[in-house]
């Protein structure tokens, strides 16, 4: 009778360290991962984000460079950073720190350390937005915006406004064969001869012939959008 009840007693206590597990991986954070047409099945996200969740130290330098990673050392360069300098850490990274990183499901999403301290990576659609009247550009991944920036469109009218598709074309530099073989840095095309592009000259206002400027200076969100965008992206023009 003594090994029943202790038997009994231990399956109870397993299905309540079950439960709890279940209960525990079912309240882990989800976060919105962004991902880079530049490099395919990687998902990356916001360190600081992820380090809040594993709960890791991390170490930064003087100037505020993120150094060391649950005592992984980071070496200069290696972490990709969001126009605004927020630096990024990809799955590949997170495991080299030491975290658990499962493979992608269905959905291609991905779990990233345990069931106490971690987190569910989620792989949403990527949207862009092109505000005419406030020569503006916006980009997110779900409902995270990850870019943010000012353009100059095509004067008098010369950006239509409409519902398009980033690509198929696509350069890191390509020239203007209708505008004396202008460079145009960055290049993804938006429709026809229109492109998004990266240019030395991006005023507050429409001063293209057609094309959206985007700059190459204040933390050149002309390359980060090349890099980030996946042909196929919604690209929305709107007047207002």
């Known amino acids: 009778m003594t090994s029943r009840l202790r038997l009994r007693s231990l399956f109870f206590s397993w299905v309540v360290f079950a439960a709890a597990l279940h209960a525990a991986s079912s309240l882990r954070a989800s976060i919105e991962a962004v991902v880079f047409a530049a490099e395919p099945g990687k998902l990356f996200l916001p360190v600081d984000e992820a380090v809040a969740e594993l709960k890791w130290p991390i170490k930064r330098d003087a100037k505020g460079n993120i150094i060391e990673l649950n005592s992984w050392e980071v070496r200069e360069g290696t972490l990709r950073t969001l126009v605004d300098g927020t630096p990024l850490v990809n799955t590949e990274q997170l495991a080299q720190a030491g975290a658990a990183v499962s493979t992608p499901n269905v959905e291609g999403n991905v779990k990233v350390g345990h069931f106490i301290h971690g987190f569910t990576l989620v792989v949403s659609p990527q949207y862009v937005e092109i505000n005419l009247a406030k020569q503006q550009m916006q980009a997110w991944q779900g409902d995270r915006l990850v870019l943010k920036t000012r ?50 000259s991006v005023p507050n206002y429409p001063a293209s012939h057609g094309c959206i400027r985007v700059p190459l200076n204040e933390g050149n969100p002309a390359k980060f959008f090349y890099e980030w965008v996946i042909n196929g992206t919604p690209v929305s023009v709107k007047k207002e």
Request: hydrophobic share 35%; net charge positive.
């Open 151 to 200: 353009i100059s469109s095509g004067r008098k009218g010369g950006t239509p406004a409409g519902e398009f598709r980033a690509g198929p074309f696509r350069a890191i530099m390509h020239r203007s064969k209708l505008y004396h073989n202008a460079p145009m840095p960055w290049s993804v095309q938006l429709n026809g001869n229109i492109f998004i592009h990266g240019f030395t």
